[in-house]
């Protein structure tokens, strides 16, 4: 079992940045990699980026490339995303999940848990 919180989300006018957190507990964090989702209104889920148990590779979708950076820190059992030069269509609920088969998912249903979300808002 793998229980994920989310925190730093927030109001930030276009242009500015945001990091978000993604605190888990329960297994061993540093066994399993670690994705970033977003959900806007309306819209289906999507894949924002990913950071394999090393936090050696990182992979992103083209929306963000270049804006967003992916990290973990195993000893603090957290996951973070920075967001700089924020749009107001990256405007979303943000969510980090957990994938314990260790593959480079680009899927919802390749992450097995998930944490609660927390909103971004860009203005413009």
């Known amino acids: 079992q793998v229980q994920l919180v989310e925190s730093g989300g927030g109001l930030v006018q276009a242009g500015g940045s945001l990091r978000l957190s993604c605190a888990a507990s329960?297994?061993?964090?540093?066994?399993?990699?670690m994705g970033w989702f977003r959900q806007a209104p309306g819209k289906e889920r999507e894949f924002v980026a990913h950071?394999?148990?090393?936090?050696?590779?990182?992979y992103y979708a083209d929306s963000v490339k270049g804006r967003f950076t992916i990290s973990r820190d195993n000893a603090k059992n957290t996951v973070y995303l920075q967001m700089n030069s924020l749009k107001p269509e990256d405007t979303a609920v943000y969510y980090c999940?957990?994938?314990?088969?260790?593959?480079?998912?680009?899927?919802?249903?390749?992450?097995?848990?998930w944490g609660q979300g927390t909103q971004v808002t860009v203005s413009s």
């Open positions: 999940a957990a994938d314990l088969n260790l593959r480079v998912g680009y899927r919802v249903d390749e992450y097995q848990y």
């Open positions: 329960g297994r061993t964090f540093s066994s399993y990699d």
């Open positions: 950071i394999t148990w090393s936090g050696g590779n990182t």
